[in-house]
């Protein structure tokens, strides 16, 4: 049973729909006890930064996280995914979960690309996960953000090139995070939904 | 890189996948979810659904529509069609839309783009405009292009940008229907004075037109709607046509 965690901002019906049409049981909570009985957990997100903290934290499930992923494997999901770095730096200066060292900054890509980074990217494999089974170099996945993650490479699974190296999919231990959207990401990105569930 | 899209569009009135010419001589052609899925499945980039139902009816039928197209295609869905407020966004984004297209209410209230892109986020508000060549520029129409609203589409392009607009999907009124090719006059007016995507729509008839569309223009997108209704083409035997000249798709 994967628990996708509602506290109150994010994707989760389309995530619940990726997850149901893949037959992976899961249901959509905020309740302490059922992220405690989950095998796994999701953590999506959509918006700014600093409310989705404030959200987590006033639906007290910080605490919960950080406590269930030394025992289980979490995937943040875009918004979801940069709340595992550190801090963000999206209106002013605010913490995440640090579950992976990093930061969150606005991306600064070259050659006067746009910002936002919205739309279809190939992923570029960096370091092996578990997650990309059966995903090859070059498929592409979905992307809406303004915002990317600053880690170290040895937590980046895969990048893609958007006038920079952008951290795609992480991975540090039992907690993984997809900057992109796989739940919108065609064939690949249920292929990743399902390794995760594998896992 | 980003890739370039591949948009198949699906003409819903109550429920029903309908296709016209020039927007009229309507006639049925199938199921929403259906459709969608097998292109889906023949790797469209994203879902367009136009909603051309003029009842209340037939607006919660379209939203029943997005909410189980949702459950089956994994790929952007845009919805657009009679959306006039932000509770009609807010709706169609909860049924699981991801962006929402707004035409003929944008023209007449411009301050929706700006609400929608504020409370939803830029991102999920697609401007349409529909553009009809007079004179020596482009005017704005809507209802199907029975009114000329006298404004310059060029003009509206970068106002609805300036709103908050994430998106163009600008249609041709000259080229829609005619299989001639994409509009590239009125697109690179266009693309040449916004920043955000633009989407090209109305015109397309051979696998030549798409990689033209791209080569000519810095469209980011080509939808097309009767062309993969009626199997002319479809959207991989398209992407197969754009990845041998050399333009980046998503494999599929």
């Not at chain 1, 999506?44 to 289980?72: H, N």
């Not at chain 1, 550190?86 to 579950?99: C, R």
């Not at chain 2, 959306?83 to 944008?106: C, T």
């Not at chain 2, 398209?238 to 990845?243: A, E, N, S, Y």
Request: one cysteine or more.
């Amino acid at each position: 049973m994967i628990a996708i965690i509602d506290y109150g901002a994010g994707n989760l019906f389309s995530v619940q729909n990726a997850l149901n049409f893949l037959g992976i049981e899961n249901i959509i909570t905020k309740d302490k006890a059922d992220i405690e009985k989950a095998d796994k957990l999701i953590l999506p997100g959509v918006g700014a930064f600093p409310d989705a903290m404030r959200m987590l934290s006033d639906a007290g499930l910080v605490g919960v996280i950080k406590e269930q992923v030394k025992t289980k494997p979490l995937m943040g999901i875009c918004l979801g995914m940069q709340m595992l770095f550190e801090k963000s730096y999206e209106f002013g200066e605010t913490e995440g979960l640090g579950l992976i060292p990093g930061t969150v900054e606005l991306m600064k890509p070259e050659n006067d690309l746009l910002i936002p980074h919205i739309g279809w990217n190939a992923l570029e494999k960096n370091e092996e996960c578990p997650l990309l089974q059966n995903v090859e170099e070059g498929d592409y996945v979905y992307f809406v953000h303004s915002f990317a993650a600053v880690t170290d490479s040895k937590n980046v699974a895969a990048y893609c090139d958007y006038g920079m190296k952008v951290p795609g999919l992480v991975a540090k231990g039992n907690v993984y995070g997809c900057q992109f959207h796989p739940e919108k990401s065609g064939k690949t990105g249920l292929d990743i939904l399902k390794n995760f569930a594998m896992l | 890189m980003l890739a370039k899209r591949i948009i198949p569009c699906l003409d819903v009135r109550d429920g029903k996948v309908v296709k016209g010419i020039n927007f009229v001589g309507i006639k049925e052609v199938g199921d929403p979810v259906e459709c969608a899925a097998e292109y889906n499945d023949q790797g469209a980039d994203e879902i367009c659904f136009l909603d051309i139902t003029a009842t209340h009816e037939g607006r919660k039928t379209m939203v029943d529509v997005v909410r189980r197209t949702a459950q089956r295609v994994f790929v952007p869905l845009t919805v657009g069609g009679g959306i006039s407020s932000v509770d009609d966004f807010r709706e169609l984004l909860r049924s699981g839309a991801d962006k929402v297209s707004v035409n003929s209410a944008a023209v007449r209230n411009p301050s929706l783009i700006k609400e929608a892109a504020e409370i939803f986020g830029s991102q999920c508000v697609v401007v349409a405009i529909d553009a009809k060549k007079k004179g020596d520029s482009w005017t704005v129409v809507v209802n199907g292009g029975r009114i000329d609203m006298n404004i310059d589409a060029v003009e509206w392009a970068q106002k609805a940008e300036e709103l908050g607009a994430g998106e163009i999907l600008l249609t041709s009124m000259d080229t829609d229907g005619m299989k001639q090719g994409f509009d590239i006059e009125l697109l690179n007016a266009v693309c040449n004075k916004v920043k955000i995507p633009v989407i090209a729509s109305g015109g397309c008839g051979t696998l030549q037109h798409f990689s033209d569309v791209f080569k000519e223009t810095k469209a980011s997108a080509a939808l097309a709607a009767s062309l993969f209704h009626y199997k002319e083409l479809t959207v991989s035997e398209v992407k197969q046509h754009l990845k041998d000249n050399d333009i980046p798709v998503r494999n599929f």
